[in-house]
């Protein structure tokens, strides 16, 4: 009924930058908030960042002043701007919507947690 699709992954040296898209298609009424987790090699999926439909953000402090998350509502889309990456900053990315959406027989639905399938990260010299 909904999918959540990013793209701007890809491999960038120590100290650049990356801007991730993600774009919620389908019947969506209303969208909640949106965000970017991550998850690296061996380690737990961890939130990186989220902002709800009033423009409230949230960051980790592994990412303040480095990364920053906005929105184009209209578009039903979140970025993620990613700047002075560094190693620690691989992993696969993966958007998030809490959002509402309608069914084939116009059933108001709410789902929490979509995902996306992840884009690629990679930062190294």
């Known amino acids: 009924q909904v999918q959540l699709v990013e793209s701007g992954g890809g491999w960038v040296q120590p100290g650049g930058s990356l801007r991730l898209s993600c774009v919620a298609a389908?019947?969506?009424?209303?969208?909640?908030?949106m965000g970017w987790y991550r998850q690296a090699p061996g380690k737990q999926r961890e939130l990186v960042a989220h902002i709800t439909s009033d423009g409230t953000s949230y960051y980790a402090d592994s990412v303040k002043g480095r990364f920053a998350i906005s929105t184009d509502s209209p578009k039903k889309m979140v970025y993620l701007q990613m700047n002075s990456l560094n190693p620690e900053d691989t992993a696969v990315y993966y958007c998030?919507?809490?959002?509402?959406?309608?069914?084939?027989?116009?059933?108001?639905?709410?789902?929490?947690?979509?995902w996306g399938q992840g884009t690629q990260v990679t930062v190294s010299s």
């Open positions: 998030h919507a809490d959002l509402q959406y309608y069914t084939a027989d116009y059933i108001s639905m709410r789902e929490k947690d979509s």
């Open positions: 389908g019947r969506i009424l209303r969208i909640y908030d």
